[in-house]
């Protein structure tokens, strides 16, 4: 009997045949491509990834350049997306001073005497080329305080609207504030009224615990203008569809469309180079909205630019709060010029425009006209100490 060989042959090793090896091989070569076609998944899905961060980056930094801008070239674009709404009683100005915005404030003397009915008239005051004046109407043990636009509403149609903060304060601390919404102007078919303003503001009881002061009340009335039609002269350029052919930008401006040459702003502004010139994602768009200015202003502006006659006395303040949002040296610059030269503002107008603008040619002008205590009382505000304290200084 022939012994039961327990050895494998070597030919007959399944493992180590050449088919077997080939099968290996065939394998790990397969592996190898499914490695590669996932390294390529992997690397496309990170090419993708990256892109969106990149993307997502240059949103990012897109809003930290225009923030950055905003703090660099004006104090005041910062606050332009701030709804009007937001006031806080202990603030003194709910709205950025380079907005385009106002303060009456008047000391009403002898209140305790008003009489049911009785109506007691503020000074007016002109901004922006308008007269307006506050004034209080006492009624059924209540006091209305109202803001009123001094301009006939017969003639050529006009509509201004804003909001505003009606105030009264004591030294005690305490306030009463309320907002409100409205417009002067007949070109809503308005032919009565000439006002609006806090109806039922306070009970005349807490008139006379809270606020007066030796029969005084002091008065205080943020106004923002949203919206002027009909102010201003008539356009002397016009930057509507008729220039598309020589624009590369459109600026819009509470819904108007301005068609403008990049490279033209660029060169005058900073703000406008750092926007519209730099390598930022913005900088391709067709369009681009401004905020926390009027159109009518942006339209005088542009046409200083452009080399226009545009400053008036109607006009001039206007432009100047554009001037100093989009930091433009040259506008200011002739603002100033026509103020110092051809201005007929009052004194006090023409030195709280210095202040607030800056303008130190103006301040000099207007500090050299005050030569006795009559002159250092009718430019002082209501309380001595809402003065500039550079300008007290120098009148004290």
Not at 127 to 148: I, P, R
Not at 163 to 183: C, D, M, P
Request: aromatic share 8%; proline share 3%; hydrophobic share 35%.
């Amino acid at each position: 009997m022939a012994k039961q060989n327990d050895n494998v042959n070597p030919g007959n090793n399944e493992e180590g045949s050449p088919p077997t090896k080939r099968r290996k091989i065939e394998e790990l070569l397969e592996k190898q491509k499914n490695l590669e076609k996932s390294h390529l998944e992997m690397g496309e899905k990170l090419r993708l990834a990256e892109e969106e961060i990149k993307k997502i980056s240059q949103e990012l930094e897109e809003d930290t350049v225009e923030e950055n801008m905003t703090k660099q070239t004006t104090s005041s674009l910062q606050n332009s997306v701030t709804s009007p709404g937001v006031f806080h009683e202990s603030t003194a100005q709910p709205w950025a001073m380079s907005r385009k915005c106002f303060v009456l404030k008047h000391v009403f003397t002898d209140v305790p005497d008003m009489n049911h009915g009785e109506c007691y008239y503020g000074k007016e005051e002109e901004h922006f080329g308008v007269a307006w004046q506050a004034y209080l109407w006492k009624q059924d043990n209540k006091l209305n305080l109202y803001l009123e636009c001094v301009k006939l509403l017969s003639g050529e149609k006009w509509l201004i609207s804003s909001n505003a903060v009606f105030k009264l304060a004591s030294k005690n601390g305490k306030f009463q504030s309320e907002l409100i919404s409205g417009t002067h102007g007949n070109a809503d078919g308005n032919t009565k009224f000439v006002s609006y303003g806090a109806s039922e503001f306070i009970e005349w009881n807490r008139v006379k615990e809270d606020f007066l002061e030796d029969g005084k009340l002091t008065v205080e009335i943020h106004v923002e203008i949203e919206k002027m039609i009909g102010i201003y002269k008539n356009d002397l350029i016009s930057f509507d569809d008729e220039m598309k052919p020589f624009s590369d930008v459109v600026l819009v401006v509470n819904e108007k469309k301005f068609f403008v040459s990049k490279l033209h702003l660029a060169g005058r502004s900073p703000y406008f180079n750092l926007l519209l010139m730099r390598n930022f994602q913005k900088s391709t768009k067709s369009e681009i909205k401004l905020i926390g200015i009027v159109a009518d202003d942006f339209q005088n502006y542009l046409e200083v630019l452009y080399g226009e006659q545009s400053i008036d006395e109607c006009t001039v303040e206007g432009i100047l709060v554009v001037a100093d949002t989009y930091d433009t040296p040259m506008v200011i610059r002739k603002c100033e010029d026509f103020l110092v030269k051809k201005s007929q503002k009052t004194l006090k107008k023409m030195l709280e425009m210095s202040i607030r603008y800056n303008l130190e040619a103006l301040k000099k002008k207007c500090l050299g006209k005050i030569k006795s205590i009559v002159d250092i009382k009718s430019v002082v505000p209501g309380h001595i100490h809402d003065m500039d304290a550079s300008i007290m200084a120098t009148l004290l």
